[in-house]
């Protein structure tokens, strides 16, 4: 699997990885799309582990920022055109309803916090501007939540992956379990602030019921 990732990047480069970035986080085909891992990966290929396809952080933060960035703007228009008609549209291979709905939901709840919080969470951070688009947020108010998840998702994302890969000395050996770590602790911050939001709502219902 590790090897399947590092292949991937290779084979990509600067190029194909934003495009699929772009596509994951604008196109609602792109959900199955691994965005968290290559992105890690081109992180540990940053290193001067890989000497004979070795990337560029000071090429992919500005690359991949874009991507991100101009892929949300993507789905917010794709939302802004399409609305209420996207909620009816039936199953296809490449779109799934309970996808868009289960993000209209995460929207509902953050209001604007969901296009940072979205970045860091899979199939979400899809559909997430295309409700934002749909639901009418306003374009600069959407423009100034995509920029910061951007560019706070690309940034962690290949910084983690850079410094992982330049602690660990024997880095292909323990690649795949080095990978799932760094992505729990990448969603860390996500997971702990649904978590209080959840719990926060649980005691106002309780206090309610009382």
């Not at 933060?61 to 917010?76: M, N, S």
């Not at 228009?77 to 490449?94: C, E, H, S, T, W």
């Not at 702990?192 to 309610?208: C, D, F, K, N, V």
Request: aromatic share 14%.
């Amino acid at each position: 699997m590790h090897l399947d990732l590092i292949e991937i990047v290779k084979w990509a480069g600067y190029v194909g990885l934003f495009v699929i970035i772009f596509a994951e986080t604008g196109l609602l085909f792109g959900f199955f799309l691994p965005g968290d891992s290559l992105i890690i990966t081109a992180g540990v290929l940053a290193t001067d582990k890989f000497p004979d396809h070795q990337l560029s952080l000071a090429i992919l933060i500005p690359l991949l920022i874009v991507a991100a960035v101009t892929g949300d703007a993507t789905g917010y228009l794709i939302g802004k055109q399409m609305g209420p008609r996207l909620f009816v549209r039936d199953d296809a291979r490449f779109f799934r309803r309970k996808h868009l709905v289960r993000a209209s939901e995460f929207y509902e709840k953050h209001g604007g916090k969901t296009i940072v919080l979205a970045r860091f969470l899979a199939i979400i951070r899809t559909f997430a501007p295309t409700v934002a688009g749909a639901a009418g947020m306003p374009w600069g108010t959407f423009t100034f939540f995509n920029v910061i998840g951007g560019a706070s998702w690309v940034v962690s994302m290949l910084l983690l992956g850079y410094f992982v890969g330049e602690a660990i000395p024997n880095l292909d050996a323990f690649f795949f379990g080095i990978l799932a770590v760094v992505i729990v602790i990448s969603l860390a911050p996500a997971v702990w602030h649904l978590w209080r939001e959840r719990s926060a709502s649980r005691r106002a219902r309780s206090s309610t019921n009382d």
